[in-house]
């Protein structure tokens, strides 16, 4: 009886929970929220609205009525291969929007804002301005290099062996070890990241740094932030294996995704580093269709809270 249950009240992405992980059961719904059910029968229910990422690990079986209320309460639903490293995702958390999508294919498509954005997206991730007179296939190549010893100095800090960042998604066991925790920490910020795109209104293929990739731009804003978060611990986990290392990593990222407030600062840095083009965002059409789950209106003034 669907009419008697409370009004859905999803949590804003930025204040949620960041990722969850479901293993070796049965997402369903239940009395209008997400419940797990494990192989035993035991059911684990999840708060709807909560939690920004629901990871999907092999061995999960996810209902239709679990991806409905995904879509509709804005939960990112991403299917992970083993170890996280391949990432199939329902679900639009926020929904895009026209007037998003406008604005970031416009700066994306003229190569003097798409450069304006770039040079953005370097200064944040290095702390300071980017060469001058450079194109962004320029900027990439500068980035690479710099990217390629900033590895190498985190496997001298943590005494781990460390040749070159290799991996092939098709064979996880041939890379080894650091490479291995690298691949399962940035599987863990790119769902984190595709979530806070997706929810902020934009589409994740349409990139600047990256090209021609389903999750362009999620490679982009994620690179920003990698170092700062996942990386480290990679390279800490793979300097001391304990048990299932891909699985440590996992843990720690989700510890640290949230106490960094990843998904309260990565939204806002969106906005920022779109606006380093320096053009105005189109205004939403008149017609734009509205949020799926609109805020119930209080009954004060706008100023008045509930």
């Not at 409905?68 to 996280?84: D, H, K, P, Q, S």
């Not at 991996?167 to 910020?189: G, I, K, M, Q, V």
């Not at 920003?224 to 440590?248: H, L, M, N, S, W």
Request: net charge positive.
């Amino acid at each position: 009886m669907p009419e008697l249950l409370p009004p859905l009240r999803p949590l804003p992405i930025k204040e949620r929970l960041s990722i969850l992980y479901i293993e070796y059961g049965h997402l369903d719904v239940l009395d209008g929220a997400f419940v797990v059910v494990d192989k035993t029968g035991v059911r684990t229910h999840i708060p709807v609205g909560g939690v920004a990422c629901l990871m999907l690990e092999p061995g999960t079986r996810v209902s239709h009525a679990a991806c409905a209320l995904a879509g509709r309460v804005g939960t990112l639903l991403v299917w992970i291969g083993e170890a996280g490293v391949r990432l199939y995702s329902a679900g639009q958390p926020g929904g895009a929007r026209s007037d998003r999508l406008l604005y970031q294919a416009k700066l994306a498509l003229d190569d003097e804002l798409r450069l304006k954005v770039v040079r953005k997206m370097y200064a944040i991730r290095f702390g300071e301005e980017a060469p001058q007179r450079r194109s962004v296939e320029q900027l990439r190549g500068i980035e690479g290099a710099r990217v390629r010893e900033m590895y190498k100095r985190l496997a001298r800090r943590y005494g781990v062996e460390w040749r070159a960042r290799n991996y092939d998604t098709t064979e996880w066991d041939s890379a080894d070890l650091p490479n291995r925790c690298l691949s399962a920490a940035t599987a863990c910020l790119y769902g984190v990241t595709e979530a806070a795109v997706l929810a902020a209104g934009y589409a994740p293929a349409v990139g600047f740094i990256h090209t021609g990739k389903p999750l362009s731009f999620v490679y982009d804003i994620a690179d920003i932030y990698k170092f700062d978060t996942v990386v480290p611990i990679a390279f800490q986990v793979a300097a001391k294996p304990a048990g299932i290392p891909e699985r440590t990593v996992r843990l720690r990222c989700r510890d640290v995704f949230r106490t960094s407030r990843l998904l309260e600062r990565i939204i806002p840095g969106i906005e920022d580093i779109l606006a380093a083009g320096g053009i105005e965002p189109p205004q939403a059409a008149p017609e734009q269709v509205g949020p799926a789950i609109p805020e119930a209106k209080g009954l004060g003034d706008v100023g008045h809270r509930g």
